[in-house]
């Protein structure tokens, strides 16, 4: 933690231009063949690459690693995203070269341990949620559930029903809901919630219609709340003939404790890299395997590893791949992200049943600590138990500063920031996940940074416009980074 928030940025780290002419990191050996001359077409003499040492190059890429806030140097209570420490044993194992080797396109009896394991993960997803079939392909969880908006499509069309062209949304649902939907060309409708942040109940039967495809619904939803009303919700689909897809984003809160699929959700993705602890962020990779009852199951992407010869006593039994009957094809090359469920499978194993329990219940308590801790000092609009976060207001009465400024200065302070203006919902919003890997020491921390800047909001709201003051940068022009996005430098003109 910073021990003085107000100290000064004491790096330049603008500093790229470090190339001096003549310098250079690798010298090659004479060699012991007679030289040939290269064509002259393939020659050119205007290839302008930095001229550096071995040493230049090594601490300037170290530099800017230092820049970088991780999972690993300190606590990152971004909502939703269940930035939970990434235990090494994972990496230990996906490092193996058994599984770090293999290529996709082995013969099968080559690879009989990775088939086993995507086998035996499949199989723990589906006891974890309640699901008769999975599949592993997805490659994150915006991509399952376009996966699982595809499968309830195709299982409407299958029964002869086209006129389901209508997805409906609670509004408090995270953006790549809308989207999928949206790429699957269903018209979306925004379902409100209602005071205490569930889903409207009377909004949602008077758009439950002939029409409806499904729901989609992420529970606990993006407010951290479990719905109150959630078997009536799923009934009201029912009865009117959709399908509800589950988001799941948020099953830390559930693991060992309840099943989506014997809530009566009829899909759901998993994010490995949330739930079960894979590194994230920085735009992957992920995993999103997709679960669905037995009644979708013949619907999943192919392939999918089954066994296709039974063992005996003496004999394991033999792994491939089967296609589902009526399968809506394939969505991704290959099996998936196979090194993400190397990780999920090491998490899963190390844990077992019990730890996995042990999961939901701490990131529910390490919640709902921080939830009380800062209730009283800033305003929590859906104030009732949560389960694995929360959303609190970045506001107060008769200031300017906004959750901007706050998440900017908890950055002084030597956290990241919650995820804020998410969800759009809540005005000004920090969504504060904790998450179970965190110990009362660091959320005391944290909590205790939230109140001191409420009280610098009072009596120095400049500090916290112009945060933050310690980084390598200060505030970013974020309007002005999202209008002119840059992604990789140019070359300069000749
Ligand atoms: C993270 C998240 C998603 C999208 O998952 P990705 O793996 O990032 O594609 C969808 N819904 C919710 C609620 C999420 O938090």
Redesign the pocket.
């Known amino acids: 933690m910073t021990e003085n928030p107000d100290t000064p940025r004491v790096v330049e780290p603008t500093v790229y231009e470090l190339s001096s002419p003549g310098r250079t990191g690798v010298s090659f050996p004479d060699p012991d063949v007679p030289r040939a001359e290269l064509p002259q077409s393939l020659l050119r003499d205007d290839l302008p690459l930095p001229e550096l040492a071995e040493v230049d190059v090594i601490r300037h890429y170290t530099r800017l690693s230092t820049f970088n806030y991780g999972v690993d140097t300190g606590f990152y209570p971004l909502g939703?995203?269940t930035m939970k420490y990434n235990p090494k044993v994972n990496e230990d194992m996906a490092r193996l070269p058994g599984f770090a080797f293999t290529h996709p396109l082995q013969p099968i009896e080559t690879v009989q341990g990775n088939l086993a394991l995507m086998y035996q993960l499949q199989e723990w997803l589906k006891e974890i949620s309640g699901f008769a079939a999975v599949s592993l392909q997805p490659a994150?969880?915006?991509?399952g559930?376009l996966t699982g908006v595809l499968i309830m499509r195709a299982y409407h069309r299958d029964r002869g029903d086209t006129k389901r062209v209508k997805m409906l949304i609670p509004d408090s649902a995270?953006g790549?809901?809308p989207a999928s939907s949206g790429m699957v060309g269903l018209k979306v409708v925004q379902i409100p919630s209602d005071e205490r942040g569930n889903v409207d109940l009377e909004a949602l039967k008077a758009e439950c219609d002939e029409t409806v495809l499904g729901l989609m619904l992420?529970n606990p939803n993006?407010l951290g709340l479990f719905d109150e009303h959630l078997e009536e919700v799923i009934r009201i689909v029912h009865e009117a003939g959709g399908l509800v897809y589950g988001?799941g984003?948020?099953l830390n809160a559930l693991l060992g404790i309840a099943r989506p699929g014997e809530m009566g959700f009829d899909v759901m993705h998993f994010?490995l890299?949330?739930t079960f602890s894979t590194p994230h962020g920085g735009g992957g990779p992920?995993s999103?395997p997709v679960g669905v009852t037995a009644e979708l199951a013949d619907f999943l992407p192919a392939p999918i590893v089954g066994i296709v010869e039974e063992g005996d006593e003496d004999l394991p039994p033999l792994y491939g791949f089967v296609t589902p009957k009526k399968t809506i094809g394939r969505v991704k090359a290959f099996h998936g992200h196979f090194g993400i469920a190397v990780r999920a499978y090491t998490y899963i194993a190390m844990h077992g049943a019990e730890g996995l329990r042990e999961v939901a219940e701490a990131s529910v308590i390490n919640a709902n600590y921080l939830r009380v801790r800062l209730h009283d000092t800033y305003h929590v609009p859906y104030d009732r138990i949560c389960m694995h976060e929360f959303v609190a207001e970045g506001r107060f009465k008769d200031s300017d500063v906004r959750a901007l400024d706050i998440a900017k200065r908890l950055m002084d302070y030597g956290f990241h920031p919650p995820t804020n203006y998410f969800p759009l919902i809540v005005h000004e919003a920090l969504m504060i996940e904790p998450t179970e890997t965190e110990n009362k020491r660091t959320l005391d921390a944290f909590a205790d940074a939230m109140l001191k800047i409420a009280e610098e909001a009072r009596t120095n709201p400049e500090v916290l416009h112009e945060a933050p003051h310690t980084t390598p940068f200060g505030r970013m022009d974020e309007v002005r980074a999202a209008r002119q996005l840059v992604l990789c430098c140019s070359w300069p003109e000749s």
């Open positions: 939703s995203c994150a969880g915006a991509h559930e995270h790549t809901n992420t993006t988001d984003a948020n994010n890299h949330k992920g999103g």
